[in-house]
Each structure stands twice: as C-alpha cells, then as structure tokens.
C-alpha cells in the first residue's frame, strides 16, 4: 500500500527530533498528553497545508493515517496548538533546522547566504498605496548548503527598520561552521567587506567569493587584499551556485506563502521558524525518493542511506572547470 505523504513528512521530522535530542516533555510535571513531538509534526504540516489553527484541527479529522501514525489519543484543541506555538523558544527550532543537515552526513558545506522579506498583511499594493498603510514585512536572512538546498541556519528581523544584510553574515555564518566546517563561501554583493573575507579564509579556512559593490572602481582604490582578489576575477561557475539559494527562496514562497498569518512578534518568528522546518523536510523527502529510485534493491530505512554517494565528496578549489560541471551538475534533484 502507497504510504501517505502526511505520513512520509511525520516519519520524517520524527527522524530529525531524534537525531537532535529533542525530549518528548518541556517539562516533568506537565500534563503528558500530547508529546512535543507530535506538537511539532502538527505545526509543521499546519504550514504545509496552508491553513488556520482553526481549519487546521478540522481537517485533522479526516487526517486518519495520519493521527494513527503519531498515535493522537485525541484530536488537539486549536488553542493547544496555538500556545505550544507561543510556549516553544526559537532555541530548540534552530537546533532542528541545524539537524537537517547533519541527517546527510556531508563532510564540507557548500555555503550560501540569503535574505528575503516576507509580508505581515494581506493588503493589495494598490491598497496599501491608496490608504498610505506603512509597510510591514519580516526579513529572514538564510544559510544553505546549496549542493544539497537544505537550510542550516536562519536569523530573523523586523523591517522596515530592519539593519543591513551584511550585520547577520558573520552570525550566521560562526553558527554554521559549528555545526560542520565549511568549503567554499558564496554571497551576493550585500555582503562586500574585507572583514567577512577575513573570517571566512583565515578564521574558518574556506574559500570566499564576494563580488565588490562598487563595479567601476578601479583596483588601485579598492581596500582590502581578498576584495582586491574579487576585482581582478573569480570563479563564476563556483558563484553561480547562489542562484540555489534563490531558489530556496522561491520554493518556501511559492510553497508556504508570502504571507505572514500571526499578529504577534514572538509567534511570527515561530511561524516563519515552522515553515524553514517544513521546507527541509519536504526538501529531504525528495532527496529520499531519489535515492529509493536509483537504488531501488536497498533497504528503505533511513539510516541506511548515504547521501555522500549521490553528491560526491567536498569541492576542492584547485579542481579544473571541467571537473567542477561534473561535480555540481551532476548533484540536480527534483524540488
């Protein structure tokens, strides 16, 4: 019998919680009636599905593969799912976005950084214009492995006083490297400064590819030896892997929403923390498929499958552009 895809994306986040030692209580003495485990499954199919707390817990009614999947003695009151939101601390979710990423036992990250802005109203542009409504959008600045397009690392903040991207890029980039040591650094021109080249090549010992801002400077008034390296020439075929991160980007909205649907900071943050969850993990069900497709003798399990043979060892800088195409573009998975 076919397995549900509700189903795949519980088995799934249930895979990630355990490899990140998320425990099933907050607490000792709660009243153990639905685990955190399940309040997390809930949360990120919620934002699969698109819906309300309210419709949410109706549509779970008809969900019946998946409530004996994550064996719910009884369907959830949209309040407990709605507190859970507000209770859980963006801590424990940053740690289960990291744990996406250790599931492939990758030895290097291929990394990328992002941001985007992601709108707090469902106001028409027209609307907004007419009426002079003052703009609101939350920016989520992302950090990816783009061989593989899993989000590592997130920081998020409120615009239109929102600072600049460049502010976010060593944070994100110091909790990346904790999580695995990183090959090869790739970011728009957002992120231009000799400092960020720095700590990637002489702190983190990767290689950094940074375009300048300033195009028609010449190279004799550019500061900083590693932006002057940028000025004379890089490798466009390494930074055009950034494209993949756009390409996240793209999927999350295309998938989730632009929209964001709380009204309060702290559960805006947690709702935009949710749908990052929910993008690995519709993100790794894929990675699966292909592999029980190109593999299909192999048993079905996951710990059992070895994402190193599909994409390969680390890039190594010194490789020829000939074995660079094979090596990134041989790594195309369906999204």
Not at 104 to 121: E, M, P, Y
Request: one cysteine or more.
């Amino acid at each position: 019998m076919k397995e549900s895809r509700y189903v795949k994306l519980a088995r799934t986040i249930l895979c990630i919680l355990k490899n990140a030692r998320i425990p099933l209580f907050l607490h000792n003495k709660s009243n153990h009636i639905f685990t955190i485990w399940q309040h997390l499954v809930l949360l990120t199919i919620r934002q699969y599905e698109g819906k309300s707390y309210r419709m949410f817990t109706e549509w779970l009614v008809e969900a019946h593969y998946l409530r004996m999947f994550l064996k719910l003695s009884q369907i959830p009151h949209f309040t407990t799912l709605q507190k859970f939101t507000d209770r859980i601390t963006g801590t424990i979710l940053e740690r289960i976005i990291s744990s996406f990423i250790l599931l492939t036992t990758v030895k290097q990250i291929f990394f990328a950084i992002d941001s985007s802005g992601f709108k707090l109203t469902h106001a028409s542009q027209y609307y907004t214009e007419r009426a002079r409504l003052r703009k609101k959008w939350i920016k989520l600045s992302v950090g990816a492995d783009v061989l593989k397009q899993i989000i590592c690392t997130i920081k998020i903040r409120r615009a239109p006083h929102a600072r600049h991207d460049n502010v976010d890029f060593q944070a994100i980039i110091t909790r990346t490297s904790e999580i695995k040591p990183l090959s090869i650094v790739v970011a728009d021109k957002g992120y231009d400064s000799e400092e960020n080249h720095v700590l990637v090549r002489e702190g983190l010992k990767a290689y950094s590819i940074i375009p300048t801002r300033y195009r028609y400077v010449p190279i004799w008034r550019t500061h900083g030896t590693y932006r002057k390296q940028m000025k004379r020439g890089y490798l466009k075929l390494l930074y055009n892997q950034r494209n993949k991160d756009e390409t996240i980007m793209s999927v999350i909205k295309r998938l989730f929403s632009e929209h964001i649907t709380s009204r309060l900071v702290r559960t805006q943050n947690r709702e935009l923390s949710f749908r990052c969850i929910a993008y690995n993990t519709h993100r790794m069900i894929n990675l699966f498929s292909l592999v029980m497709i190109s593999e299909p003798s192999q048993p079905t399990l996951l710990k059992y499958y070895n994402f190193n043979n599909i994409f390969g060892a680390s890039l190594d800088v010194k490789e020829t552009h000939r074995d660079l195409r094979e090596v990134l573009y041989s790594t195309n998975t369906p999204r």
